[in-house]
């Protein structure tokens, strides 16, 4: 198992592979990152976590991307946490915000699925203008993000594909809190053409009284199974525990097989708002909501939801950038 520049560090995702097993993957740990995050907003704990789930998702999905370019991750719903949104800009950049409803939050408690309700959860890569963008979507039916990750990957990649998340707040010293987030994701990714092979077709009609056969059982892989079952040992601590590396719990996961750790990517939480950016958008408006947009003052305000930062634009800025 060879080590990296990146070795125990947090705001990392390390990729790894098991050549034994057929199974490529990665890790996350998100400290300071995620943190920022969360309370830049001030989100309540239930909150708090579930955003911090879909950041280290976003992440270990996003952290894939050979270019330029962006992955977000978008959760549409009737629950407590009506929305949530988490951008990752290629190669390094991430950012988050969620709205929910305080009072439906108190009073549902800190079960993720039971917060996000039911609607959907949208994931998007979007490669830049000059090519068309990708989204896959699943239906938010009660279920976490894992479980939902799941589905992602069954029905619009066909991926087997394990997923492990997990947030927890670390006591950093008195009575100094910070959130911590951590994922895991394994695939099961065959080269040779035995592993490649498809399940058969049914084998005809099933006599009355005779269970059927559940699609795939019969020729799942012995490989994913046991790298599956692997991953599903891992216990929420193992994933955000600031005295356990990526490494070694790999290590711990695989070490009878052999894994193979390659170069890990840094993380970083950031914001691409700016005044250009948020200008370009106004432009945007037509004329009659540009007007509503002025405030009491006589200026144009605007917050950035993902970092909260403020801007002020008179509003002849706005017409003569509109003009020229």
């Known amino acids: 198992m060879t080590q990296t520049q990146f070795d125990g560090a947090d705001d990392i995702v390390l990729p ?11 890790v996350v740990r998100l400290g300071d990152a995620v943190d920022t995050l969360v309370n830049r907003h001030g989100y309540p704990d239930a909150v708090a976590r579930v955003v911090g789930e879909a950041a280290a998702l976003t992440a270990l999905l996003g952290s894939a991307l050979k270019f330029d370019g962006r992955f977000q991750l978008q959760t549409k719903t009737d629950g407590a946490v009506e929305m949530i949104v988490v951008d990752y800009d290629a190669p390094d950049r ?15 408690g800190a079960d993720s699925g039971a917060l996000l309700g039911q609607g959907h959860l949208a994931m998007t890569i979007d490669q830049g203008p000059s090519t068309s963008r990708y989204q896959g979507i699943v239906p938010l039916e009660g279920q976490g993000l894992e479980e939902a990750a799941h589905q992602y990957f069954r029905q ?4 087997p594909t394990r997923v492990r998340l997990a947030v927890a707040e670390e006591l950093t010293g008195g009575e100094t809190r910070a959130y911590r987030a951590g994922g895991l994701m394994v695939q099961f990714l065959p080269t040779s053409p035995e592993r ?9 009609d099933i006599p009355d009284g005779h269970p059927a056969h559940a699609a795939g059982a019969a020729s799942e ?7 599956r079952s692997l991953v599903d040992t891992v216990e ?3 994933l955000i525990d600031p005295a356990l590396s990526s490494e070694r719990l790999l290590f711990r996961l695989f070490h009878e097989r052999g894994v193979r750790v390659f170069e890990g990517q840094g993380i970083r939480e950031a914001c691409r708002c700016s005044r250009e950016r948020v ?5 945007r408006f037509d004329a009659d909501e540009r007007r509503e947009m002025v405030a009491d003052d006589g200026r144009v305000q605007v917050t950035c939801e ?13 017409e003569a950038k509109v003009e020229g």
């Open 156 to 159: 619009s990649e066909q991926i």
């Open 94 to 108: 991430l950012r988050a915000f969620a709205r929910f409803d305080a009072d439906k939050v108190a009073a549902t």
């Open 196 to 204: 490649q092979r498809q399940a058969e077709l049914p084998p005809g």
């Open 279 to 283: 200008m370009d958008v106004l432009t």
């Open 306 to 318: 993902f970092c909260s930062r403020k801007y002020a634009f008179d509003p002849s800025e706005i």
């Open 221 to 227: 892989d012995d490989a994913w199974v046991e790298a």
């Open 16 to 26: 790894f592979a098991v050549e034994a097993l057929d199974v490529r993957g990665r």
């Open 236 to 238: 929420d601590h193992e």
